[in-house]
C-alpha cells in the first residue's frame, strides 16, 4: 500500500486508523487465547459459559453503541468506551503480575474490553463515514482492510510468543498504549456530529426502539448486510468443516516433506495472509481504472468460487491455487462492500446502521460452525455445491441491493 496517499484523508481518519491498529494488535494477541487460559485455570465448562456470556453481551452493547453514537455523539463514546478499555488492561496487568494473581477478575476486565470494543465500533465506522467522501470511500476502507489484516497477524505472532510465558509483559504494554490511543482519541478526534432534536426528545427506549425499527425497514441495506452474511460464512468455514476436512483427507508428501492437514491449513492461511498485506496495493493499482460494480462482483464470484474449491479438492497444488483465488476476490470485494454500507446509512443514524452492520460477521461465525454439523451428512462434493449455493444467493442479494439510488454504483474506484 503507498502510505503517502493517506496524506488525503481527514485528520480523524488518520487517528482512527492508528487507533485501531494497536487495538486490533491487542485483540489478537490476547481474544483468541483467553478460551486456553479459562480453560486451564476454571476448566472447560466455565470457559465455554464465560465465553459464551461475553459474545451474547457484545452483540448487545454494540447495539447500545451505536444508538449512544446517534444520540449522544461520536467522540463521546470512543472517549468512554476507550477510557473503560484502558482502566480495564492496567488492572489485567495487575491481575496476572509477578506480585498478584486474579482469575476472576482477569474475567471481569476480559469481559469489559469484549464489550467496549464492539461499544465503540459504531461510532468509530460512523465517525469515518462523517468525515469522508463518496469518492474516496473506496481507497480509504482498501487501507483499513490491509492495516487491519496487518494487524491480525502481528497480533497472532505476538500472542503465540508471549501469551503463555509473558501474559504481565504482554497486558502492561497494551494498558501504556492504550493510554496513548486514548489520548489521541481526547486530543485530536474532531466531531462535528450534531444530533437530531427529535432524538434528544424521545426517551432513551423509546429511540433505541424507533431508530433501529427504521433500519430494519430499509429493505435495500438489510439485504446487503445478509448478503454479506452468507459470503462472509464460507470463509469461517476455514476454521470449522475445512480444517476437519483437511485433517481427514490431506496425507501426502512434497520433496520429501510431510504435509496432513494441520500443516496444508497454516499452508492457506499464511498464503492468505501474505496475499493480503502484500498484493492489497497492487491489486488497487490494478482495478482502479475499472467500474466499481464490476469489480465488486469479480471479487465475489472469485470468493465463493475459491472456497468452493477449497471444501472438495485433496490436490496441495489445487488447494492453494483456491485459496489464492478467493484471497484475491476478498480483497477486491471487502472495501467495494464497505463503500455501499457507508453510502446505504442514513445521515442521523449511521451509528445504528454500523452496529447492525456489524451483526453480519457475528452471525456469518454462528452460520459457519454450522457448517462442521451439516458436512456430518452430506459429501465434500455437495458441501462444495452448498458453499456454492450460499455464494450464489449472497450475490444475487449484493445484485438486488445496490440498485439503489442512493449508491453511486457508476463512479470508478478512487
Keep these: 500500500m503507498n502510505l503517502l496517499a493517506l496524506k488525503q484523508f481527514h485528520v480523524n ?3 482512527r486508523m492508528v487507533v485501531s491498529f494497536v487495538s486490533d494488535i491487542a485483540e489478537m494477541s490476547i481474544f ?10 476454571l476448566g472447560i465448562t466455565w470457559a465455554g459459559a464465560i465465553l459464551t456470556l461475553t459474545t451474547i453481551a457484545s452483540i448487545v452493547f454494540g447495539m447500545y453503541g451505536g444508538s449512544f453514537a446517534d444520540r449522544f455523539g461520536r467522540k463521546k463514546v470512543m472517549v468512554a468506551g476507550s477510557m473503560v478499555q484502558t482502566v480495564a488492561f492496567v488492572i489485567i496487568a495487575l491481575a496476572n503480575s509477578p506480585w498478584f494473581e486474579s482469575v476472576w477478575l482477569t474475567f471481569v476486565m476480559f469481559f469489559l474490553l469484549s464489550i467496549t470494543s464492539r461499544f465503540i465500533d459504531p461510532a468509530s465506522e460512523a465517525l469515518l463515514i462523517d468525515v469522508s467522501s463518496e469518492e474516496e470511500q473506496p481507497l480509504m476502507y482498501r487501507f483499513i482492510y490491509w492495516s487491519t489484516n496487518l494487524a491480525f497477524s502481528i497480533g497472532i505472532i505476538l500472542g503465540g510468543l508471549l501469551f503463555l510465558t509473558h501474559k504481565f509483559e504482554l497486558f502492561f504494554g497494551f494498558a501504556i498504549l492504550s493510554i496513548f490511543t486514548f489520548l489521541l482519541t481526547l486530543v485530536w478526534i474532531q466531531d462535528d456530529y450534531v444530533p437530531k432534536n427529535e432524538q434528544m426528545k424521545n426517551g432513551f427506549m423509546l429511540g433505541f426502539i424507533s431508530v433501529y425499527t427504521e433500519v430494519l425497514k430499509d429493505a435495500r441495506f438489510m439485504i446487503l448486510c445478509v448478503s454479506t452474511l452468507l459470503i462472509l460464512s464460507l470463509e469461517f468455514q476455514l476454521y470449522g468443516f475445512i480444517a476437519v476436512r483437511l485433517s481427514e483427507d490431506i496425507h501426502t508428501s512434497i520433496f520429501g516433506i510431510t504435509i496432513d492437514g494441520p500443516k496444508m491449513l497454516s499452508i492457506l492461511i ?5 496475499l493480503v498485506i502484500l498484493a492489497s496495493g497492487i491489486l488497487g493499482n490494478i482495478v482502479r481504472k475499472i467500474n466499481i460494480k464490476s469489480t465488486l462482483f469479480l471479487g465475489l464470484f472469485m470468493y465463493v468460487l475459491g472456497y468452493s474449491f477449497l471444501a472438495w479438492s485433496h490436490v ?3 488447494l492453494t491455487i483456491a485459496i489464492t483465488i478467493a484471497t484475491i476476490g476478498e480483497i477486491l470485494f471487502q472495501p467495494i ?4 454500507v457507508a453510502q446505504l446509512a442514513n445521515k442521523d443514524a449511521r451509528g ?8 453480519s460477521m457475528e452471525a456469518g461465525q454462528i452460520l459457519g460452525s454450522l457448517g462442521l454439523m451439516v458436512s456430518a451428512f452430506l459429501s465434500n462434493a455437495m458441501m462444495a455445491g452448498l458453499f456454492l449455493l450460499i455464494g450464489g444467493l449472497g450475490i444475487l442479494g449484493f445484485f438486488w441491493s445496490i440498485q439503489d439510488s442512493r449508491l453511486k454504483t457508476t463512479k470508478e474506484i478512487a
Excluded at 352 to 359: E, F, K, Q, T
Design 32 to 41: 483468541p487465547f483467553m478460551a486456553m487460559y479459562f480453560s486451564s485455570n
Design 337 to 340: 462492500r464497505s463503500t455501499y
Design 13 to 15: 481518519i488518520k487517528i
Design 352 to 359: 445504528s446502521y454500523m452496529a447492525v452492520s456489524g451483526l
Design 316 to 318: 496441495v497444488a489445487v
Design 270 to 274: 499464511i498464503t492468505n495472509t501474505m
